[in-house]
Nanobody, 118 residues
Framework: QVQLVESGGGLVQAGGSLRLSCAAS????????MGWFRQAPGKEREFVAA????????DYAESVRGRFTISRDIAKNTVYLQMNSLKPEDTAVYYC???????????WGQGTQVTVSS
């Protein structure tokens, strides 16, 4: 079993920055990639960004491209999401997820709230 623990959420004014972290732990697990998703009130969960563990290839939703940066620390089994130039529409619960193979995301964190005030 894999546990994902997110941290770093909070309240920030529009234009500000936050850095989210997600640490993975467990016994003998592999990582194909890790990603960040978010869900705003009354909306479906949406993809934000992902990073391939081998090679560091990244992918972003168009709405955050150029403002958010995903990175990873392989030694710490941790993925980060640096969020700059935050907008009120970025307000959501942010979840990290882990994909152990090129299939569905199998493990999810508990989520961390990000609130951007105007």
């Amino acid at each position: 079993q894999v546990q994902l623990v997110e941290s770093g959420g909070g309240l920030v004014q529009a234009g500000g920055s936050l850095r989210l972290s997600c640490a993975a732990s467990g016994r003998a697990f592999s990582v194909y990639n890790m990603g960040w998703f978010r869900q705003a009130p009354g909306k479906e969960r949406e993809f934000v960004a992902a990073i391939r563990w081998s090679g560091g290839y990244t992918d972003y939703a168009e709405s955050v491209r150029g403002r958010f940066t995903i990175s990873r620390d392989i030694a710490k089994n941790t993925v980060y999401l640096q969020m700059n130039s935050l907008k009120p529409e970025d307000t959501a619960v942010y979840y990290c997820a882990l994909r152990p193979s090129p299939s569905d995301y199998a493990y999810w964190g508990q989520g961390t709230q990000v609130t951007v005030s105007s």
